[in-house]
């Protein structure tokens, strides 16, 4: 329980509307989308300005409270899920884009401000905003940069961090550190920006993000190649790179994803098919064909049964409803989905989908596989019930054996998800003890009090 | 006040239900209420956690979570749009059901419901005594839209422009109907529901001319019940299935081909919500057959009777708002435009930023009268920046919402029903 005098200091600085002490609203601060126990915090506020926001950082850092930041509560590592009796600070209230600038191509925009409504003002402008996290519709943009989120355009357009150009944030002093700009070059310091990339709010508190924006490509073709292998389907995805051509899309959904989409939407997929890639090339319209006839031969090579090019618009969301589906659908088949994103180098996806094959049945599990094939970065999705305790002893097995196995073929344990409370126990396993020992002693220097976001990323710290 | 273990029980029957939420978050792109709080509580999400969290007994305080899954609108935008597929609907209004059976309802709103909805002639009647003392404490607020305001300081009322029960009700203007099919061959038995009938007669009337000029036949029996919906989303059951069985017994009555009505809110409780809750079993035949042919009128209109829209030279923009219970429960959003512009002289404008919510949700206009000003404010911006000179909707309750928020932020702008338009034009 948290005591008076804090709770009313807390409500001093961001007033008694915004500061929740009830069981119920704790509770409903427990969890993120993460499948992983609830913890409850002592107490959640919600600034509804940056100099509150400050402050707040400071009375916990001079109180020893653990802080978590929390945005939307979309996180999938668990890396929002408060340190027990810990106090919660929302961004909810901090949403504002503060400026897109068209001359300079950046924004600059409050760390609650939320994805797609920003991206959506930003090509009202005319560009392009191209970091498009599966949760765009609801996640915000502090929760990208500190989780360092992908999207289905990460194979040519990069992920969060390649459009990060500054951050300004509170280390624990409540302090303002400012760092990068609104230039395209700026070497000025430590790459403090780029520091706070991923950091999933264990090093500072983010108090404005400097966004690059880019122009939008001038056209675009979406197809659907239906395969009757996987490794053909993985065979057609190198050979694609391998022409030196980009799509800005490529995603692959695997049989028993295209069976249960089809069941679900019965928008008439191949249901016999191994698997489907689903592609889009974008650019300069003359490059745009050129590509989409190459990649439409390519897929042909390696044996795809067909190829579907969207003629329209129309075609073209027929194509994209097909993979925003997959999920859903997946979603649908049991009670709990467990999301994963273990990532490999994309010449390893076959390997990979074997593994998954094999994970599934030794341990007798339903897996389905989807995600983005052209940055080798899968989401096996495991169906299930989190209630039947035997099969969730399975599952957890299964998730070490999935990172395992990524880990072996010389990829990572997460490709935009991050690490959180999930998957720290797995951190020495990638990067060894050194690294882990580095992070500890910058953060300890940081932060003394080890107030930031604890156990997440760096697991326990010894005091 | 029953045994806990009891209610922990009750609730652990959702678990099911429950369990489907796989905590995505999505939601909160959906709730109108979050939108404008940014709390985890006011969302779905939230509030599926708060009900698993009593069902597991980690929270103990049944008043509190029951506070808290009040402030819903229950528009259903979020279960049309949950990727998991989650029954929420189903699962607030058994929670709702629930907690209610183990708290109770204040004293005042269970009268309301035992005594007073249940028996719609005495209803009808004091309702007619108030419309005829109203405009004692009254005052005219926007002559344009019809709306009027408190003349003295009247808590209940706060600040609404609200507009004022009917002089005569629909009930008293034309007590019942039994006309034969004409050229159509088509009989519908005609509900107009509560809001129709005390507060906006010319909607019913609108129906009716609707019905007489494509040859319709029209059975509606006197002294109708509320649809339910009011009873149902408080969590009382028994006064749900009365009314419900009251309902049944009087449309037995007549021979007719489709129950229609011009409430967004009462088609939708008919179709989905009669057969799902009503709790006599041995009447399921009865309620199906009823939930089956229920149809919103401009669907009626639209789907059964062909009628399609005529081509206008320059037809003048009437700004359409999607009723909740039409747009996501029953996913009828196409008729009501055809209707429109049916008669050849109007023709729907959207409203930028897509359909929403209007921020009434029955009793969550009572209950959080500054939460659903917020909300049905913003609806007020969005149909005034259409440059529409006539706002539309399908549901009376909806039409009530919206000419409070026009009136109250100074946009002039009358609020019809899509049959009154319609009927103008025959």
């Given at each position: 329980m948290i005591r008076d005098a804090l709770k009313n200091e807390f409500q001093r600085i961001v007033g008694k509307d915004n500061v929740m002490t009830e069981p119920a609203e704790l509770h409903a601060y427990s969890y993120d989308s993460a499948v992983l126990d609830q913890t409850q915090p002592a107490i959640v506020v919600r600034p509804e300005n940056s100099e509150s926001l400050g402050q707040v950082v400071k009375l916990c850092n001079e109180n020893g409270l653990k802080l978590t930041v929390r945005g939307a509560?979309?996180?999938?590592?668990?890396?929002?899920?408060?340190?027990?009796g810990g106090v919660v600070c929302l961004?909810?209230?901090?949403?504002?884009?503060?400026e897109i600038n068209e001359e300079d191509l950046y924004a600059v925009v409050q760390p609650g401000a939320v994805t797609a409504k920003f991206a959506a003002q930003v090509a009202a402008k005319g560009l392009l905003y191209p970091p498009d996290p599966g949760s765009q519709a609801v996640s915000t943009l502090g929760g990208n940069v500190a989780e360092n989120a992908g999207g289905l355009r990460a194979l040519k357009y990069g992920v969060t961090k390649d459009y990060v150009m500054g951050v300004d944030f509170f280390d624990v002093n409540g302090e303002l550190i400012r760092s990068g700009g609104k230039t395209v070059k700026c070497v000025t310091g430590y790459n403090l920006a780029g520091l706070m990339v991923a950091s999933e709010g264990t090093l500072g508190v983010f108090e404005k993000l400097i966004l690059k924006l880019v122009p939008p490509p001038a056209a675009y073709k979406a197809m659907m190649a239906v395969f009757p292998d996987v490794m053909d389907a993985s065979r057609a995805v190198a050979a694609i790179i391998a022409n030196k051509i980009v799509p800005a899309t490529l995603e692959f959904m695997d049989n028993f994803t295209i069976r249960t989409v089809e069941n679900f939407r019965k928008a008439g997929l191949p249901v016999d098919a191994a698997a489907m890639l689903l592609i889009e090339v974008d650019g300069h319209p003359a490059q745009v064909e050129d590509d989409a006839a190459k990649v439409e031969s390519i897929c042909k090579e390696n044996k795809a049964i067909s190829v579907r090019v969207a003629k329209d618009d129309a075609e073209r969301n027929a194509v994209w409803q097909a993979r925003r589906d997959a999920l859903p659908a997946l979603a649908r088949v049991k009670p709990t989905t467990v999301l994963e994103d273990a990532t490999v180098p994309r010449s390893k996806i076959p390997a990979m989908m074997q593994a998954l094959d094999r994970i599934a049945k030794k341990y007798d599990l339903t897996i389905g596989t989807f995600g983005h094939a052209g940055d080798g970065n899968l989401h096996p999705t495991i169906l299930t019930d989190k209630r039947d305790q035997k099969e969730w002893h399975r599952v957890e097995a299964a998730i070490d054996a999935i990172f395992e196995e990524a880990l072996a073929l010389g990829g990572t344990l997460s490709g935009e998800h991050g690490i959180g409370l999930a998957k720290s126990k797995y951190l020495k396993n990638e990067y060894g003890v050194g690294a882990i020992n580095y992070s500890r002693r910058m953060k300890s220097v940081l932060d003394p009090n080890n107030i930031l976001n604890p156990g997440k990323i760096l697991g326990p710290l010894l005091a | 006040m029953a045994d806990i273990k009891k209610l922990v029980s009750m609730l652990k029957e959702l678990d099911d239900l429950l369990t489907g939420c796989m905590r995505c978050g999505m939601c909160q792109a959906q709730c109108p209420v979050f939108a404008q709080t940014g709390r985890e509580t006011d969302v779905t999400r939230g509030k599926l956690a708060l009900l698993s969290g009593l069902s597991e007994e980690i929270l103990k305080d049944p008043e509190e979570v029951n506070e808290k899954l009040q402030r819903c609108l229950l528009c259903g935008t979020c279960e049309a749009n949950c990727p998991s597929g989650v029954k929420v609907t189903d699962i607030f209004l058994r929670a709702r059901a629930i907690l209610t059976g183990y708290l109770g309802l204040p004293p005042t709103q269970r009268l309301i419901f035992r005594r007073l909805l249940t028996n719609p002639k005495l209803m009808n009647n004091l309702l007619s005594l108030g419309s005829s003392l109203q405009g004692l404490f009254t005052k005219d607020a926007d002559s344009v839209i019809g709306t009027s305001c408190a003349r003295f300081n009247a808590p209940l009322i706060a600040d609404r422009h609200f507009k004022k029960l009917?002089?005569?009700?629909l009930h008293s203007q034309t007590p019942h109907k039994d006309t034969p099919s004409g050229k159509s061959g088509l009989r519908v038995a005609f509900f107009p529901g509560c809001v129709t009938d005390k507060v906006f007669p010319q909607v019913g009337q609108a129906v009716l001319k609707i019905m007489e000029h494509h040859q319709v036949g029209v059975f509606m029996p006197p002294n109708q019940a509320c649809c339910g919906i009011p009873a149902l989303s408080s969590g009382e059951t028994e006064v749900f299935d009365n009314l419900v069985r009251q309902n049944l017994d009087l449309f037995a009555k007549g021979k007719w081909d489709y129950l229609i009505t011009p409430c967004a809110t009462c088609t939708a409780t008919i179709h989905e919500l009669w057969p799902k809750y009503?709790?006599?079993?041995?009447?399921a035949v009865r309620v199906k057959d009823l939930a089956d042919k229920v149809m919103d009128v401009s669907q009626f209109l639209a789907d059964v009777l062909k009628v399609a829209p005529k081509e206008a030279a320059s037809p003048a923009k009437v700004a359409y708002h999607d009723p909740c219970h039409l747009r996501n429960?029953?996913?009828?959003?196409a008729q009501p435009r055809q209707i429109l512009a049916a008669g050849g002289k109007y023709a729907a404008a959207e409203l930028p930023g897509g359909p929403s919510c209007c921020g009434s949700g029955g009793s969550f206009n009572i209950k959080h009268y500054k939460l659903s000003d917020v909300i049905g404010r913003k609806k007020a911006e969005s149909i005034a920046a259409t440059g529409a000179k006539i706002a539309a909707t399908s549901c009376p309750a909806c039409m009530l919402q919206i000419s409070d928020m026009l009136s109250k932020s100074g946009h002039s702008i009358p609020v019809k029903h899509v049959v009154e338009l319609y009927a103008e034009t025959l």
């Open positions: 509560g979309t996180n999938l590592s668990g890396g929002t899920i408060p340190h027990p961004t909810t209230a901090l949403d504002k884009v503060l | 009917a002089s005569k009700s009503y709790g006599d079993k041995m009447d429960t029953l996913k009828i959003t």
